[in-house]
């Protein structure tokens, strides 16, 4: 597919973006309702909070649609390490870099926040296969693997990303 106008991008949260979340959550076809319902409800906290919720976004918009978002924020009682907990695209804008951007949009904003660190966990099965080609292209290595996390057999694959300036 080729895009018909340049993709925008925007930190703040709208209203609107209680329902654009769940449809893009929806939509990757790879997450549970109980997963969906988390990633609502953090769009929701960050509406009722403000930063103090600790939920930092980007969205990326394609004609006045939300077609990708990324969820971040600081981890609680370190220094400067940053959790990103949700990065996901619109079926149809795969492979079209927005991902990519919008993961890059996200470390200048941690960098500016004084983030040294970025964690993204997933899952080891195969489903998510292509997420971990995507998560080291972007420039992430594989730190650890936690046996059995998610299920037996489900294991968890945390990834880091550490800033040298
Ligand atoms: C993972 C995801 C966010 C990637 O977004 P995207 O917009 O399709 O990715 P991009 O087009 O920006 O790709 C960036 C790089 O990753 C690579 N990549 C992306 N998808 C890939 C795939 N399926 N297989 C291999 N490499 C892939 C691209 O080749 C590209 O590399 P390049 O810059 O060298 O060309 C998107 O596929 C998605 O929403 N997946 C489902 C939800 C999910 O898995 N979320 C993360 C778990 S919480």
Known sequence: ???SEPIRFREEVLP???EAVRELATSTG???QEEISVAV???QERLAKGLHSGYHFFFAEHEDRVVGYTC???IACTVASYDVYWIAVLDD???LGVGKRLLE???ERIAALGGKRIYIETSDRSQYHATRGFYRRCGFTKEAVLKDFYAPGDDKAVYVKVRML
Do not use: A, I, N, Q
């Open 1 to 3: 597919m080729k895009l």
């Open 16 to 18: 609107s973006d209680v």
């Open 30 to 32: 790879f997450f549970s």
């Open 41 to 43: 409800e953090l769009v």
């Open 72 to 74: 971040f924020g600081p």
């Open 93 to 95: 804008f795969r492979r």
């Open 105 to 107: 949009k996200t470390e």
